[in-house]
């Protein structure tokens, strides 16, 4: 197994399960089962001890690998230096080593057979892809300066596609230079990768490089964040180097030549960092600073916020395999009980795993009436819609 | 075991009961080099009824239960010595009450100690509690009841000592409170009635498990500052320290001794930690400091240090995260140590014989104190890093352990936290009536020995 002569290293001090305010527990993981071998601590004990032959492959300890969110909460928090930075490949690659041995949980199985089939984890025809697009008239990529890339939640998940539609709406109100991929584009496989299939990583990888340069594709703004971390630091070991930006720092550049309306009064707004963009990728500033330029907005913290955010639980493939889904002990479910305890009325997101976690999450909590989950994208529009004439009302 | 089972999950939910291969497998085991032993069962309760009838569950089953914390005393207490249940308490970790005019806070059993802090620092910031040096995560029961000690033991003594009553459930099933919360809604003190907390103080989870407790918070002063102290003269630190301590300054004094870095070879250094009102008192007590120790001062036998920035921040941070990636020295994910209650006066006895064991098993010494009180007592550690993937190195480290266990009750000093060996190295230095009374307590509190059996026991 990779990574395997830094197993014994870890001490399980359980920094891991914290963020830095040690305010609660924030390893998603964790925070659900409780038990310590969900802990990352215990993720590592246990690699080590299948790797002597102390405990065997099972259907337990393959919910305790794939149940890991890869929110990097761990990377983060553990003080031992360099150590650290390795922790998520080694979950990496035990999950490797189970789908190797084929002893993967049955919705990790299914997530992965739908991308091989249909390459999609929604089992849909490829051909549907483009669909989300349909009636905002975009053009299809040819030499713009930037390729939007939606991915398959925002082409798949109603919730996604609402989102991409209201990120492309403002990109093309912008006057950015930009295409689509439609029905060409892939799976970016940031999941798969996650999920420890490597070689189906590897095979979407070179596949999209290939159609991106085939294609002329020097630049691109992605709707999520998982695709930003797979196109931005997976793809250049595939020969793959390109310009990457999240939407909301393209956002953050054009924010400032953009005019707003004032709301009627102040709306309380708090932002939830998605995984991919913040500890992946420290990117914490882009999408407060599009908030904070909203005239009207109130844009308040939770406890957990930026490099301490809790993760919704759906990162790592568990968007799709729910392995930390229902109870008020998810991920999801805390989260949004915490931006409601701030006195936030929008839950803010730049992810659509993120706002589809948080949204049922809500429901589930029947915070509806209090509580409302808006992407960046969203938000802005709704300014803008009001700018002529009057003041808003959210 | 399959009608166990099916009762625990009756009474917790089956998310929350596991016989499975990992968990009995994680459980069985800590950090430290005491060697694995399985439980049949983890269970993680979450309310004092739970514990209740998972404690009556086990007497009818006569089955074992071992209350289990953070899991982060190092020395295998929460290893089920003869099966079981483990209870994972740590679901119970809700802040129930602080009374900041009386400056106490009730907490359930499985409350973290950084949580407590992130809630005091953010709902009550004039109000502080003695935190250990141990990870945040390490809970504040399982630190109260092995008589742990922390940021605050200069001026509060053993965490023991800042308990104000607890709430425990006996092996028998009984709730019971102990301390003012017995007789009334406060929990404020555990005087003035018959002091019962002492039945489960230092006892390893052998006499009943507790799953509420209130501790006594301090002020959290806004000026803080940290002085060191430098001598190579061991045998004067007993002085040194009691005059450090008398001035009533100190919030905190450790002492930490190292061949690394070199400078620090053969150094002791002493560590001080205070805070103030304001930057003029801090000023006035930094000096009073300074008098107390400057007869050393002026034989130039020892002084004050400067503290370079980084250093400074460092041995402000509380807890000192520092203290863990010390404990990686050999990169091998294994740290165990031996913490010694002992007087102060035992700390050249004891600085030296840690050199010479540490020596003698080919280790790196490592060795400090904390000084409890005004110097009353002080918890002298003996620290062995290990590499947990040489069995080699941790032979050595186990039996550079039970040397210095002997070594310290030698010289008049009690392991604190003892593993199970050392728990009977003590028992053949105690006054035999006073282990008999142990017994005798214990066979009426626990009938059918369920609570942790293998731990203040004999072959």
């Known amino acids: 197994m990779k990574q395997s002569d830094i197993l014994h290293r870890c001490f399980r001090c359980g920094y891991c399960k914290l963020p830095g305010s040690y305010v609660d527990l924030n390893c998603p993981s964790y925070l659900k089962y409780r038990f310590e071998t969900y802990s990352p601590g215990g993720r590592m004990w246990l690699l080590r001890a299948l790797l002597d032959g102390e405990i065997r492959s099972s259907a337990r300890l393959s919910e305790i690998l794939f149940s890991c969110a890869a929110c990097g909460n761990c990377v983060e928090h553990c003080v031992f230096p360099k150590f650290k930075d390795y922790l998520l490949d080694v979950f990496i690659a035990g999950r490797e080593e189970l789908v190797s041995e084929g002893t993967v949980p049955s919705s990790v199985k299914k997530y992965l057979e739908s991308i091989r089939l249909y390459g999609n984890p929604y089992s849909l025809p490829e051909a549907e892809r483009g669909n989300w697009a349909e009636g905002l008239d975009l053009e299809a990529y040819r030499d713009q300066e930037y390729l939007f890339y939606v991915g398959c939640v925002g082409s798949f998940d109603e919730r996604g596609q609402q989102m991409a539609r209201a990120v492309a709406s403002l990109l093309r109100e912008w006057g950015v230079s930009f295409g689509i991929l439609g029905r060409k584009e892939r799976c970016d496989g940031n999941e798969a990768r996650a999920m420890g299939e490597s070689g189906l990583f590897e095979l979407i990888a070179r596949q999209n490089v290939e159609m991106f340069r085939d294609a002329g594709i020097k630049k691109i703004i992605t709707l999520s964040p998982h695709a930003y971390n797979a196109i931005k630091n997976e793809y250049p070991g595939f020969d793959g180097t390109f310009e990457v930006y999240h939407y909301s720092q393209i956002f953050q550049q054009l924010m400032g030549e953009e005019v707003c309306a004032l709301v009627d009064r102040p709306l309380r707004v708090t932002f939830h960092d998605p995984c991919y963009l913040g500890r992946h990728n420290k990117e914490y500033m882009a999408p407060r600073l599009v908030l904070g330029a909203l005239p009207g907005v109130e844009l308040i913290e939770m406890d957990r916020s930026m490099a301490d955010a809790l993760c919704c639980g759906g990162g790592g493939g568990n968007f799709f395999t729910d392995l930390l889904g229902g109870g008020a002990d998810s991920p999801a479910r805390v989260r949004v009980r915490e931006a409601a305890q701030v006195g936030a009325e929008i839950l803010a997101v730049a992810c659509p795993k993120c706002a589809k976690m948080l949204e049922d999450a809500i429901k589930s909590e029947s915070l509806e009436k209090q509580l409302r989950v808006m992407d960046l994208a969203e938000i802005v529009r709704a300014h803008r819609q009001v700018a002529r004439p009057q003041v808003m009302s959210l | 075991m399959e009608e166990i089972y099916k009762e625990l999950v009756n009474i917790v939910g089956q998310s929350y009961v596991s016989n499975h291969a990992e968990e009995r497998f994680i459980y069985s085991r800590d950090m430290g080099t005491m060697e694995p032993s399985y439980p049949d069962f983890v269970v993680m309760p979450n309310s004092t009824e739970e514990v209740q009838k998972i404690i009556l569950l086990a007497n ?75 990870p945040p995560i390490a809970t504040i029961a399982g630190n109260v009841l092995i008589h742990g000690s922390g940021h605050l033991s200069a001026a509060g003594g053993f965490h023991s000592e800042m308990l104000n009553g607890l709430e425990a459930v006996l092996p028998t099933g009984d709730v019971v409170r102990v301390g003012s919360c017995s007789t009334s809604p406060y929990w404020f003190s555990r005087s003035p009635l018959p002091d019962l907390s002492g039945l489960f103080l230092g006892w390893m989870g052998t006499t009943g498990v507790v799953t509420k407790l209130a501790i006594k918070l301090f002020p959290n002063l806004p000026f803080n500052d940290v002085r060191i102290f430098l001598t190579d003269e061991p045998e004067l630190i007993p002085d040194i320290l009691h005059r450090l301590a008398r001035v009533q300054v100190a919030e905190d004094i450790v ?89 102060i006066e035992l700390f050249p006895d004891a600085y030296r014989n840690g050199i010479d064991i540490a020596e003698s098993h080919g280790m790196t010494y490592s060795l400090g104190a904390r000084i409890i009180g005004l110097g009353h007592s002080m918890m002298f550690f003996f620290a062995y890093p290990f590499n947990r993937a040489d069995a080699e ?41 006073t282990f008999a009374l142990m017994n005798r307590l214990r066979a009426v509190l626990d009938p059918k020995g369920i609570m942790n059996p293998g731990n203040w026991e004999v072959d």
């Open chain 2, 255 to 343: 002492a930490a001794m190292a061949p690394r870095p070199d400078w620090l070879r053969g150094l002791q250094m002493l560590i001080i930690n205070y805070g103030a009102e304001s930057e003029k008192e801090l000023t006035l007590k930094r000096e009073m400091l300074r008098e107390s120790v400057r007869k050393y001062i002026d034989e130039k036998v020892g002084g004050f240090m400067p503290i370079p920035p980084d250093m400074k921040r460092s041995f402000l941070e509380v807890p000192q995260s520092s203290i863990s990636r010390f404990a990686d020295l050999k990169k091998g994910g294994g740290f165990e140590y031996v913490g010694a209650i002992m007087p």
């Open chain 2, 393 to 433: 190195d941790v032979n050595n480290a186990q039996k550079a352990l039970e040397d210095t266990n002997e070594m310290v009750l030698e010289i008049g000093g009690i392991p604190w936290k003892a593993e199970a060996p050392a728990q009977k190295q003590i028992i053949r230095k105690m006054c035999p009536n």
């Open chain 2, 60 to 134: 009818k089953m006569e089955i074992p239960i071992v209350p289990m914390g953070g899991g982060l005393t190092l020395s295998g207490i929460c290893r089920p010595l003869k099966g079981g249940i483990v209870l994972d308490m740590k679901r119970m970790n809700r802040i129930i009450e602080v009374n900041e005019t009386s400056s106490y806070v009730l907490v359930e059993a499985g409350a973290s100690q950084g949580m407590l802090q992130a809630y005091l620092k953010k709902h009550y910031p004039g109000l502080k509690h003695s935190m250990p040096d141990a």
